[in-house]
C-alpha cells in the first residue's frame, strides 16, 4: 500500500515539480501543549496543473531526483481568490 496525503501547494514555480505542505497538530510529549508542526513534500506534476494555495492529493512514488518522491493524483480544490 503506497501512502496518500492531502495538502496545500506552497510553491508551484519549478516545472513540473510542486512543494506541498501537510499541516498537523500533535502533543508535545514532554508538556503536554498542542503543537502545530508541518511535513513538506516535493511533488511531481506532469501537467502543471497546480498552482500556489491549491489544495492536492499526493501518493507515494519512485524517486524521481534527490528529494522529489511524490506523485501528484489530482487537484481537490483550486485556490479562493
Do not use: F
Not at 49 to 64: C, H, K, L, Y
Amino acid at each position: 500500500m503506497r501512502k496518500k496525503l492531502t495538502g496545500t501547494v506552497a510553491s508551484a514555480k519549478m516545472d513540473k515539480t510542486l512543494r506541498v505542505e501537510i499541516q498537523r497538530r500533535y502533543r508535545h510529549p514532554m508538556y503536554g501543549k498542542t503543537v502545530r508542526g508541518r511535513t513538506v513534500c516535493h511533488v511531481h506534476d506532469e501537467k502543471n496543473e497546480a498552482e500556489e494555495g491549491d489544495t492536492v492529493e499526493i501518493i507515494e512514488g519512485r524517486p524521481r531526483s534527490k528529494t522529489k518522491r511524490w506523485d501528484l493524483i489530482r487537484v481537490v480544490e483550486k485556490k479562493k481568490d
